[in-house]
């Protein structure tokens, strides 16, 4: 990884870390398939490795720049509802393109981050009462489980 494991630190360097970690991490899973086979299909549902990026980069939007940044929907630099959609990628969209789609959201996210305190929170209609620490917390969780799923997908296509 490009990104250096920090293992000490305050509490602030040590999330944002693990986060870019696991961000890297989910792109690596899919970095240098072919286009065919990052759309792979290997499972019932839309999960392949590109659209998992592509979900990444919608959570990236829904959670900084439409939650934190209180951003519409149409000033999002993506797609950023919460749903099925955040999977769904076009079919003349190749892979580096999403993946700089997700590694310009994560970007604005570290920006609109940048902005809070870890305690820092808002009310969520879901969710509830959401912290920024909470928030990169759950980040980190998404992205790592993705980066797993994505590792298995790999590993099945590695070997077809």
């Known amino acids: 990884m490009s990104t250096p494991r920090i293992t000490d630190g305050n509490e602030r360097s040590l999330l944002e870390n693990l986060l870019d970690r696991n961000r890297e991490a989910l792109i ?15 499972v019932p549902s839309l999960t392949t490795p590109i659209s998992l990026i592509k979900h990444a980069a919608a ?23 919460r749903d099925e959609g955040t999977f769904v990628v076009a079919d003349g969209e190749p892979l580096a393109a999403v993946i700089a ?31 920024m620490r909470w928030t990169l917390l759950a980040m980190i969780e998404e992205f790592a489980r993705h980066a797993g799923h994505g590792d298995i997908l790999r590993e099945q296509i590695d070997q077809q």
């Open 59 to 81: 959570a990236e939007r829904i959670w900084f720049q439409r939650f934190w940044a209180d951003r519409d929907a149409t000033e999002c630099d993506g797609y950023s509802n």
């Open 101 to 131: 789609e997700f590694e310009r959201a994560s970007r604005q996210s570290r920006q609109i981050a940048a902005r809070f305190n870890l305690d820092d929170v808002k009310e969520n209609p879901r969710e509830g009462t959401v912290s």
């Open 28 to 42: 690596e899973t899919a970095r240098g398939l072919s286009e065919t086979a990052a759309r792979k299909r290997l």
